[in-house]
T-cell receptor, first 115, second 112 residues
Framework: AQSVTQLGSHVSVSEGALVLLRCNYS??????LFWYVQYPNQGLQLLLK??????LVKGINGFEAEFKKSETSFHLTKPSAHMRDAAEYFC?????????????FGTGTRLTVIP | DADVTQTPRNRITKTGKRIMLECSQT?????MYWYRQDPGLGLRLIYY???????NKGEISDGYSVSRQAQAKFSLSLESAIPNQTALYFC???????????FGQGTRLTVV
């Protein structure tokens, strides 16, 4: 069975500090992995994705994530937080199994940036 | 114009009423999805469709039905709304090759 676990439903960082949002997955085959961001009163926007190419993936707004197969992780990072990064972030997995190929989402992490 | 459009954006309805949420897309994708979002639970899949003749139940399909009227249109119905169906509903489409989903702006449904 496939699942996504996001550790920490709320994360607070100071403006300018490192952002680290954690995501672990379980999948029987190497999956596709995604991070989405949701700003208040908006839909989900793709930040970045891993589709079996380079393990370090760069996305929009200065975010990046590294696929680590040995740790089954896909943590999201940004070196320096901005106030505009305050949002909810969702990790998602596409397990790529025959007949499935749907996205399964984690429960989300709300990021607060403190001035 | 948005690639994935949901109507209405907000709706308040009474318990027991039938309500339909509509979704249309201009991305040309075959795959369409309905999710609901609840605080602390993330997004959960209600139904998905891989083409006009293919409809599949997701994790939480009880109390919902769908109709794929055309490649570009996928509607979600609540036959008899109940308060615990109060949530934010999202429609999405996806590309088979790349696997990523594209989301509408959401419909906030309140059942009183």
């Amino acid at each position: 069975a496939q699942s996504v676990t996001q550790l920490g439903s709320h994360v607070s960082v100071s403006e300018g500090a490192l952002v680290l949002l954690r995501c672990n997955y379980s999948s029987s085959v190497p999956p596709y992995l995604f991070w989405y961001v949701q700003y208040p009163n908006q839909g989900l926007q793709l930040l970045l994705k891993y589709t079996s190419a380079a393990t370090l993936v760069k996305g929009i707004n200065g975010f990046e994530a590294e696929f680590k197969k040995s740790e089954t992780s896909f943590h999201l990072t940004k070196p320096s937080a901005h106030m505009r990064d305050a949002a909810e972030y969702f990790c998602a997995v596409n397990p790529r199994e025959t007949g499935a190929n749907n996205l399964f989402f984690g429960t989300g992490t709300r990021l607060t940036v403190i001035p | 114009d948005a690639d994935v459009t949901q109507t209405p954006r907000n709706r308040i309805t009474k318990t027991g009423k039938r309500i339909m949420l509509e979704c249309s897309q201009t991305k040309g994708h075959d795959r369409m999805y309905w999710y609901r979002q609840d605080p602390g639970l993330g997004l959960r899949l209600i139904y998905y469709s891989f083409d006009v003749k293919d409809i599949n139940k997701g994790e939480i399909s009880d109390g919902y039905s769908v109709s794929r009227q055309a490649q570009a249109k996928f509607s979600l119905s609540l036959e008899s709304a109940i308060p615990n169906q109060t949530a934010l509903y999202f429609c999405a489409t996806s590309d088979l090759v790349r696997g990523e989903a594209f989301f509408g702006q959401g419909t906030r449904l309140t059942v009183v």
